[in-house]
């Protein structure tokens, strides 16, 4: 998909929580084989804290994001959220983002739900509206605090975090640009979590050919027949990273070489969080990348679907990176828990109302 | 169904909750946080919103292990009196940090967090608490 | 106006009371304080009391208490102020009487914080602070109290050690008041060391939760010398409110509030902070303590806790402070305590108290409602 008028990057920001546990000691706490969660290529995941959910982590990133922006959040026509996770089941998670960023009220808003790849929808929608001349800027925020049922394989990846995206018009205040977008999604039941259900049932080794892997192949196959480009025309590949294996197994099924996806994979080191996974690898690449490069972004959510996009970078990048803080610095400030304060942190000890 | 938060409260008082908004006199400058309808240092009732910038520096901390109802989840609960730039002092909780790492002094900026919930199934309460600012802009 | 005087006291001892409510246990201060008077009728009834409300589920409060204390019909009101609710009735039950609008006016106070566990009863006095501010995020009142005893030790230099000379004393006062909560006697060592509450405060820097009634009666001139053979007077009287949000204060080491109602009532009684013979101050907590002899000019700022070491203020010392054992240790029925603290300097100038005694002619009562929020200063003379 190419709209008729670019449409680009303004800023863009993360939050990832301090809060870290180790995959050993989740691995210990349920009796897995030691070695499994090595096995996934996940060492450690992100812990959002007993007072932080996705509304709060989704407000961090924005924050961010349009620091970077240089903009005034009231110049904001389009605030969505992409997000599994959401505090209220009914109720937008947007409107208290929106109105403690101070974007709110004249402008668009949403929380968007397609598993782990609803903010992609929220960039494509974003493109739309910015393309038509209908706004001028958009804010996409992918946040979760993901859920796992304890105990379940999940848990070792399932984590919090997030990221956020100002679009605009490009060359209206841009560092990089939309080359092209290419979505594919059918009814490919891997993985979902049905109403009052705590926590999603999934169909583990079903989650990776039908699902992850011919989704996101399919994407960026179509996105670079419809670019006419090849693997080796992209200077770095992100993938949706559910774990710390499949991206490189996709990659390398892409013919990508293994070191145009590691500067991007950062989920070995937090945890998949879900919408805000794909979002915080782009975050990372960008924030080494040089003028001119092209970057994959390739998302994914169950159910399934992936977006594919090809990215310019342009010039002026570099001096956005330092006007918030880096993916890097969040990964470097942390600490770490035991596993009862994160089962008390994610509310998995059941209480009596008292 | 048994309900403890004000809904319209928790609805009226959002913007001083998350974004720090307080009034100015447009008479004397003097800033007022929480909101104020007359100024009380000059009696003028001519007042305009105004939002503070969050940063600030901890005047005075507590370290609270007996919490109120509906609050175990968070204790302990440190709490501050922190100035902010503009001179306005402001009391919230501090997050993300352990109590031997608070000291009067302490540059920190504030965050919207999860202050308390009405059980499971009633509203949620966000504001603004504050976190100590990287350790390299505590200069 | 007329001169008001103090002419009947009964206090019930304070504790917790599992088998009494609002209405038994105003009753038994109700009847001491009559019979004190011989029996004769009072004219109206102004009770102070802060959780009827909150705690009790009870409005009204007034009304109900005269029917139980046997009052029926007669003019009655609650006053509140938070905890300085007790101070603020005396200040309305002596206002009923200078005025001249009734010679003869029961004042009461009343607190049952005992019906439910702590959590509760502490956001029940929580309700002291800005509900919208201070409350909303769970701080409690301790935990208020705690940012100014922090700031305090900080600004003076003073250490942990230091600041628990108030507690000892308290508890030494009330080892000797058998209508205390706490009659005993602890160590520097045991509160430096006993549970953090709201760091630095620790348990035994705080005043106990408890149950508990007392009852004034007040009288014009006219009526004094016949319901009573040692009738003290009121002689000044002081009220003054400072910003609910303590943030918003300039100064966190003074209660603004103290400071005002204190110069007003000295100012009233003609006296001078050096002619004063006996204190009841509210001491909630031990920084209250200090400050507050601070504010009502009787030490230096930050220099309280080492005149205390040195024995100023002690038993046989101008002013005695807190005979009773104060609130730390006598006890802190909320609303009732500024009754039980006029009360107490009442049975001191009259010559009848049953705990320390202190050998004087002019006291002073001072009653604290909120962090320093609604102040009444209250001086006697016999």
């Not at chain 1, 975090?161 to 977008?181: C, H, I, M, Q």
């Not at chain 3, 102004?46 to 409300?53: A, I, T």
């Not at chain 3, 009790?56 to 005269?66: I, K, M, P, S, Y």
């Not at chain 3, 800005?130 to 005893?149: P, Q, R």
Request: with cysteine.
């Amino acid at each position: 998909m190419k709209p008729v008028n670019d449409v680009g990057i303004a800023g863009w920001g993360v939050y990832i929580p301090k809060y870290r546990i180790k995959c050993s000691e989740i691995e210990a706490m349920w009796g897995f084989q030691p070695g499994y969660c090595r096995s996934l290529n996940v060492y450690e995941k992100a812990v959002a804290g007993v007072d932080e959910d996705t509304i709060t982590i989704g407000y961090e990133a924005a924050k961010n994001a349009i620091l970077r922006a240089k903009i005034s959040p009231s110049e904001v026509g389009a605030i969505y959220v992409g997000t599994e996770s959401k505090p209220y089941a009914v109720k937008p998670s947007i409107t208290v983002i929106g109105e403690a960023l101070g974007i709110t009220p004249k402008t668009l808003g949403a929380d968007l739900e397609f598993a782990c790849r609803a903010a992609g929808e929220a960039i494509e929608a974003s493109i739309g509206l910015i393309a038509s001349g209908m706004i001028k800027y958009s804010l996409v925020i992918g946040a979760d605090t993901a859920q796992a049922s304890p105990g379940d394989v999940l848990e070792f990846t399932a984590s919090s975090g997030g990221a956020a995206y100002v679009l605009a018009k490009r060359g209206d205040n841009t560092v990089a640009y939309f080359e092209g977008s290419f979505s594919y999604i059918t009814d490919t039941p891997d993985f979902w979590r049905r109403p009052r259900s705590p926590y999603p049932y999934h169909g583990e080794q079903f989650t990776g050919d039908p699902a992850y892997f011919h989704h996101i192949i399919s994407a960026v196959k179509g996105l670079m027949e419809s670019l006419g480009l090849r693997s080796s025309d992209f200077d770095y590949a992100v993938f949706h990273q559910p774990n710390g294996r499949f991206p490189l197994k996709v990659a390398s099924k892409l013919g990508f070489p293994k070191d145009k996806v590691l500067p991007g994979l950062i989920t070995p080191y937090i945890g998949n969080t879900y919408n805000g996974s794909a979002l915080i690898g782009l975050a990372a690449v960008l924030e080494q990348a040089k003028p001119d490069q092209r970057i994959l972004l390739a998302s994914f959510g169950s159910g399934s679907g992936s977006d594919a996009y090809s990215i310019i970078v342009e010039d002026g990048i570099e001096e956005r990176v330092n006007l918030a803080p880096k993916v890097k610095d969040f990964l470097e400030n942390k600490e770490y828990i035991s596993y009862p304060l994160y089962a008390k942190f994610r509310g998995l000890i059941e209480k009596f109302e008292m | 169904m048994s309900m403890k938060f004000s809904i319209p409260k928790t609805w009226r008082e959002r913007k001083p909750h998350y974004l720090l908004e307080a009034t100015k006199c447009k008479n004397c400058g003097k800033i007022h946080y929480p909101p104020r309808t007359v100024c009380d240092k000059c009696g003028s009732r001519d007042l305009e919103r105004t939002r503070l910038s969050g940063e600030g520096r901890i005047v005075s901390y507590t370290v609270q292990y007996v919490v109120l109802d509906g609050f175990r989840d968070y204790a302990p609960i440190i709490y501050a009196i922190v100035e902010l730039k503009e001179g306005v002092r402001v009391l919230a909780p501090l997050t993300d940090v352990k109590p031997g790492d608070v000291k009067i002094g302490l540059k920190v900026k504030a965050v919207l967090r999860k202050v308390s919930e009405d059980g499971k199934l009633g509203l949620i309460r966000y504001a603004i608490k504050f976190k100590p600012l990287e350790a390299e802009s505590q200069k | 106006m007329r001169k008001v005087y103090v002419v009947g006291v009964g206090f019930t001892k304070i504790g917790r009371f599992f088998d009494k409510g609002l209405r038994e246990l105003f009753a038994e201060a109700a009847i001491k304080a009559l019979d004190d008077i011989g029996g004769e009728n009072v004219q109206a009834l102004v009770v102070g009391n802060m959780m009827s409300s909150s705690l009790g589920e009870q409005d009204n409060l007034g009304a109900v208490l005269a029917d139980y204390a046997g009052l029926g019909g007669i003019p009655a009101f609650k006053v509140e102020a938070a905890c300085g609710s007790g101070g603020v009735a005396v200040y309305t039950g002596y206002s009923l009487v200078a005025s001249g609008l009734f010679d003869i006016v029961m004042v009461g106070g009343v607190e049952k914080q005992t019906e439910y566990p702590t959590r509760i009863v502490s956001k029940g006095l929580a309700q002291a602070s800005d509900a919208e501010y201070e409350l909303f995020y769970g701080i409690s009142f301790t935990g208020l109290n705690a940012l100014v005893m922090r700031k305090y030790m900080e600004t003076y230099g003073i250490s942990r050690d230091e600041m628990s000379v108030w507690p000892v004393l308290m508890h030494k006062n009330a080892s000797k008041n058998p209508y205390a909560q706490l009659p005993f006697e602890v160590t520097i060592e045991q509160v430096s060391n006993s549970m953090l509450i709201a760091d630095p405060i620790r348990l035994l820097d705080s005043s106990p939760i408890g149950d508990g009634a007392a009852a004034l009666v007040l009288a014009s001139e006219k009526y004094a010398r016949k319901l009573s053979d040692t009738p003290v007077e009121i002689a000044g009287v002081g009220l003054a409110t400072d910003h609910i949000y303590i943030a918003y204060r300039d100064d966190l080491l003074k209660l603004k509030a103290t400071i005002d109602a204190s110069k007003v009532a000295y100012r009233m009684a003609k006296v001078e902070p050096s002619q004063i013979d006996v204190v009841e101050e509210h001491d909630a907590f031990t920084i209250l303590g200090y400050m507050n002899l601070e504010d009502l000019g009787f030490s230096e700022r930050g220099k309280t806790p080492k005149e205390i070491a040195e024995g100023r203020f002690h038993p046989g010392d101008k002013p005695t402070v807190n005979p009773s054992g104060g609130l730390k240790a006598r006890g802190h029925p909320v609303g009732a305590t500024g009754v039980y603290q006029v009360a107490e300097v009442a049975m001191q100038l009259r010559g009848d108290y049953p705990g320390v005694k202190v050998n004087g002619e002019i006291g002073l009562a001072q009653s604290i409602g909120g962090l320093g929020t609604t102040v009444s200063v209250i001086i006697l003379r016999r």
